[in-house]
């Protein structure tokens, strides 16, 4: 301690002011670089948290002896949930075709004629028409193995600490896929393979009640309850087959006879592929950028692919001005095997008829135009479709005649409320689960159509829900745009697809922005469509 009085205390020199001037300057600039490598570390988490919570990345092979896809799958989960996660549950659809109690009744009938028309062969024969999951191992990416529970087409994975919210934790799924034999959303022939159901997919998680959606896959209408997620895919295939699949196109490369197919996407609701040696592609490129191409069994006409094509364009164009705009770069429309077997998943749309089937009912079939309008009303935007079945079969049925109307000026189709059957040219196609009927005539709707709300959930409606929900939805739909017009649509349309796009839906939410958009009136008038029931008109 100094003995210097205070009062006597020397004055800092120049020198050392500046010295300290320097030391300070330094120091602040230290603590702003710090500040700077916060910030950047900041920024680098936020645009990781920008990407999707889920990612999976899967190689999978065909393997066309044994009829199995094998398959190892690393899925990355972000815990969006606010609060700690024990275990992680995923859907394992394809196990409903394990058993014919649980397989869709839509092939049924399909797959009985097959089987009458094969060859005895034994109890193998029987065989080959079922399929289902083998989870084979589930490690972390270091090799820790995880105990889980594969029961009941649904797989929980017990996780050796808790995932805190905004944690990251990755998995290592090993598995085969024995996949059936026929008609169904994942089959196979003798020259084909392909569908959905044959990744593993995230449960939907209820944060207020914190329980997964583990409800199995339901016979008689579809129970797609799916998040969005990216996907980084290769699969491998014979070399000489070709494949159409969700994604973009990232390297195709032919190895000791093999073909590896590897494809990206971001945002996928469900990941999807076909493959078959006999496949032709004809490929088009769209006017705003991008490719569409369509895959079919046999060599097409040339003039009538190219009014296929052009019809397609001109659909996608209308959708996308009509709802927004989708991310896809590459549409591939894929022929099926079998009349049943139409699907719509992310980018790519199994059809059974490009065209129409007589001329005054355009280019395009009705199953097309409206499987076209799935990628908008059920994988761009997300539903569970147990109960709100109609998100998607009366709004994509009502968007094929909403373009039907402004494209090719066919007049609106009858609705159920005006004493008359519905005139809808869909239902020419359909057919009957329980295999009576090809095309039922009008005087046989079923009672449901007039005994049930559109809104009924499909476990309360049974074998006719997808008629229930396509067909009075999409007659409702006419009879509120005849009410309201069409600008009027389009720009409730438009705020959906921005509201909704990547996320879930409900009809609740559909109706609120309803009144939120165009009022309470509007609103009331779908609530009361929605709502009601008609009793079955006297022929």
């Known amino acids: 301690?100094?003995?210097?009085?205070?009062?006597?205390?020397?004055?800092?020199?120049?020198?050392?002011?500046?010295?300290?001037?320097?030391?300070?300057?330094?120091?602040?600039?230290?603590?702003?670089?710090?500040?700077?490598?916060?910030?950047?570390?900041?920024?680098?988490?936020?645009?990781?948290?920008?990407?999707?919570?889920?990612?999976?990345?899967?190689?999978?092979?065909?393997?066309?002896?044994?009829?199995?896809?094998?398959?190892?799958?690393?899925?990355?989960?972000?815990?969006?949930?606010?609060?700690?996660?024990?275990?992680?549950?995923?859907?394992?659809?394809?196990?409903?075709?394990?058993?014919?109690?649980?397989?869709?009744?839509?092939?049924?009938?399909?797959?009985?004629?097959?089987?009458?028309?094969?060859?005895?062969?034994?109890?193998?024969?029987e065989d080959r028409f079922f399929g289902g999951v083998t989870t084979k191992k589930i490690t972390t990416l270091d090799g820790k193995p995880?105990?889980?529970?594969?029961?009941?087409?649904?797989?929980?994975?017990?996780?050796?600490?808790?995932?805190?919210?905004?944690?990251?934790?990755?998995?290592?799924?090993?598995?085969?896929?024995?996949?059936?034999?026929?008609?169904?959303?994942?089959?196979?022939?003798e020259n084909y393979v392909g569908g959905t159901y044959w990744t593993p997919q995230l449960a939907v998680f209820d944060s207020i009640r914190g329980g997964w959606n583990r409800v199995p896959n339901n016979p008689r209408y579809k129970s797609d309850f799916f998040y969005t997620a990216d996907y980084d895919v290769s699969l491998n295939m014979p070399a000489a087959w070709n494949v159409a699949m969700t994604g973009t196109m990232m390297d195709q490369r032919v190895e000791n006879e093999r073909k590896i197919v590897h494809t990206k996407v971001q945002n996928a609701r469900q990941f999807g592929f076909y493959a078959s040696p006999n496949y032709i592609e004809t490929k088009a490129e769209l006017p705003g950028g991008g490719l569409l191409s369509v895959f079919t069994f046999e060599q097409p006409n040339q003039e009538q692919m190219q009014k296929?094509?052009?019809?397609?364009?001109?659909?996608?164009?209308?959708?996308?001005?009509?709802?927004?705009?989708?991310?896809?770069?590459?549409?591939?429309?894929?022929?099926?095997?079998?009349?049943?077997?139409?699907?719509?998943?992310?980018?790519?749309?199994?059809?059974?008829?490009?065209?129409?089937?007589?001329?005054?009912?355009?280019?395009?079939?009705?199953?097309?135009?409206?499987?076209?309008?799935?990628?908008?009303?059920?994988?761009?935007?997300?539903?569970?479709s147990l109960t709100e079945g109609f998100l998607e079969e009366g709004l994509s049925e009502f968007a094929a005649h909403y373009y039907r109307h402004e494209q090719e000026g066919a007049p609106w189709p009858m609705t159920l409320w005006n004493g008359n059957y519905p005139n809808l040219s869909a239902t020419s196609s359909w057919r009957d689960p329980s295999g009576e009927a090809l095309a039922l005539p009008s005087e046989q709707w079923p009672a449901v159509l007039f005994q049930k709300q559109v809104t009924t959930p499909a476990y309360h409606v049974g074998q006719y829900s997808e008629l229930l929900y396509r067909v009075k939805g999409g007659a409702l739909m006419v009879q509120w745009v005849q009410q309201t017009g069409t600008e009027a649509l389009d720009i409730v349309w438009h705020k959906y697809f921005q509201r909704y796009n990547g996320r879930m839906a409900t009809i609740d939410g559909y109706t609120n922005l309803i009144g939120s958009t165009l009022g309470d009136v509007r609103k009331t008038s779908m609530q009361e469509l929605l709502s009601m029931t008609n009793p079955k008109p006297v022929a």
């Open 1 to 125: 301690m100094s003995s210097i009085p205070p009062h006597i205390q020397p004055r800092p020199t120049r020198w050392k002011l500046a010295v300290t001037l320097l030391v300070i300057c330094l120091i602040t600039q230290l603590l702003a670089g710090c500040a700077m490598g916060s910030k950047s570390e900041s920024t680098a988490k936020k645009e990781d948290a920008s990407s999707s919570p889920i990612q999976y990345q899967i190689h999978a092979k065909w393997n066309e002896q044994t009829r199995t896809l094998q398959a190892q799958a690393v899925v990355k989960i972000r815990n969006v949930f606010n609060r700690n996660l024990n275990e992680l549950v995923f859907h394992w659809f394809a196990d409903s075709y394990r058993k014919p109690e649980t397989m869709s009744i839509q092939y049924k009938q399909r797959n009985e004629e097959i089987r009458k028309q094969s060859p005895q062969e034994g109890h193998n024969m």
């Open 146 to 189: 995880l105990e889980f529970k594969h029961a009941n087409q649904s797989m929980t994975v017990n996780l050796n600490q808790s995932l805190a919210p905004m944690d990251t934790i990755s998995l290592r799924i090993l598995y085969d896929i024995q996949i059936p034999y026929g008609a169904q959303r994942l089959s196979y022939t």
């Open 308 to 384: 296929y094509t052009a019809a397609l364009q001109n659909a996608i164009g209308f959708y996308s001005d009509k709802i927004g705009v989708l991310p896809t770069k590459h549409w591939k429309f894929v022929e099926a095997p079998f009349p049943e077997m139409t699907d719509s998943l992310n980018e790519v749309i199994l059809f059974n008829q490009l065209g129409a089937v007589g001329s005054d009912q355009g280019v395009l079939s009705q199953d097309v135009l409206r499987s076209i309008a799935k990628q908008w009303f059920s994988l761009a935007i997300g539903h569970n």
